[in-house]
């Protein structure tokens, strides 16, 4: 088993009358890691359940007291998988917290929505939030020459945990083809009754191909036949199912500063392929700065994540087109990046060295890439 690194993190957050919350795309590893967690408390009383069933979903969200503490009576630890399945999760949780103050709450959930709110809101202070992503490069890769032996599967297939752990490139791709086609949509459909998976599908083709660039929700519209508001709220159901996220444009209110338009990228680079059916490998493609841009973007926010750097996140375009692929501002400090698959390396353009004279700048290519990556 390839150990993950929030496991630690997750492990010492279990605390009395608190809730830990790990959320994340389906198959990224949560309920292994969950039970992981639980085989490793040999010293304590554990309750594990799951929120597709039922049975357990009637019962936690039947916001009776007297049912909730009989359910949790005589245990340390409550573990629930898939809490995005039990309705009102958030004010049984905190009914069963407020009650039973001596039990440790642990929930998995593989859409946020709004659980993340559900949750928070009625137990500031006594709950925390974590991410599981894909594979991180820091979790499958020892050294540099095994990470660059890597990229280009990686790029192609990305880091799902089954891809990963797949012993051919047939292998991989059927299981990404499954993914797509049944954990992929499944909560994303099953969101405020979305029917049309080829709707999505479709929209997720165009986001796939305009990776780097900023993206138009009028022009998705036309592309689509539909309205800006129906794509915008398709989009942040697919934010909220862990399969793309944006950044929007850096600006400190610059007359040529674009800031308006996002783009999109996907968390895992095989999500991305599968939805487009190019598993071509990198020689023949002519994707593969997009493919690089994505794989680097995604990666560094894990890196910031699970090393608990509080960074934002941006990328930077002038009106006349001078623009960088990454702005990252960790406690005011500015770190530029450009992302290039080839071994050059690019100077940053005039009109930000002119206006953002304190920031640094990096071109993270093959040779230096693992630096910008390792925690």
């Not at 479709?202 to 519209?221: H, K, M, P, T």
């Not at 674009?258 to 990198?282: A, C, E, H, M, T």
Request: hydrophobic share 40%; charged share 25%; glycine share 6%.
């Amino acid at each position: 088993m390839i150990k993950r690194y929030i496991t630690g993190q997750l492990f010492n957050d279990l605390k009395r009358g608190h809730v830990t919350a790990l959320f994340g795309a389906r198959r990224t590893g949560k309920t292994t890691i969950m039970n992981s967690i639980v085989e490793s408390v040999t010293n304590k009383k554990t309750l594990v359940l799951n929120g597709e069933d039922y049975d357990v979903a009637s019962t936690l969200s039947s916001l009776r007291q007297e049912t909730l503490t009989n359910l949790v009576s005589g245990y340390d630890i409550l573990f629930i998988d898939e809490a995005q399945n039990v309705p009102n999760i958030g004010k049984s949780i905190k009914l069963l917290v407020d009650t039973n103050p001596d039990i440790s709450v642990f929930i998995t959930g593989s859409a946020s929505l709004d659980l993340r709110s559900k949750i928070g809101e009625p137990l500031t202070g006594r709950s925390r939030f974590f991410m599981l992503y894909p594979f991180s490069l820091n979790e499958i890769s020892p050294n540099y020459m095994d990470a660059l032996q890597k990229l280009p599967q990686l790029l192609v297939y990305g880091s799902y945990p089954q891809v990963i752990l797949a012993s051919n490139d047939k292998e991989k791709r059927i299981i990404l083809e499954n993914i797509r086609n049944g954990y992929l949509l499944k909560d994303v459909l099953q969101m405020e009754n979305i029917k049309d998976s080829l709707f999505v599908i479709n929209l997720l083709r165009l986001i796939a191909f305009q990776i780097g660039n900023d993206v138009s929700f009028n022009e998705l519209a036309r592309n689509l036949g539909t309205t800006v508001k129906t794509v915008q709220r398709y989009l942040e159901i697919l934010e909220k199912a862990f399969i793309i996220f944006r950044l929007q444009g850096y600006s400190r209110n610059l007359r040529k500063e674009i800031s308006k338009s996002p783009r999109f990228y996907f968390w895992d680079n095989g999500i991305r392929n599968v939805v487009i059916s190019n598993f071509n490998p990198l020689d023949i493609r002519d994707d593969v700065g997009k493919l690089w841009e994505n794989y680097c973007v995604s990666e560094r926010i894990k890196k910031q994540v699970y090393g608990e750097k509080f960074s934002e996140f941006y990328f930077w375009r002038t009106y006349d087109r001078q623009e960088i692929d990454l702005i990252e501002i960790t406690d005011t400090k500015i770190n530029a990046f450009e992302f290039k698959w080839g071994e050059k390396s690019v100077r940053p353009p005039k009109a930000f060295i002119e206006n953002y004279q304190e920031a640094n700048f990096d071109t993270i290519n093959r040779v230096n890439f693992l630096n910008f990556l390792k925690l």
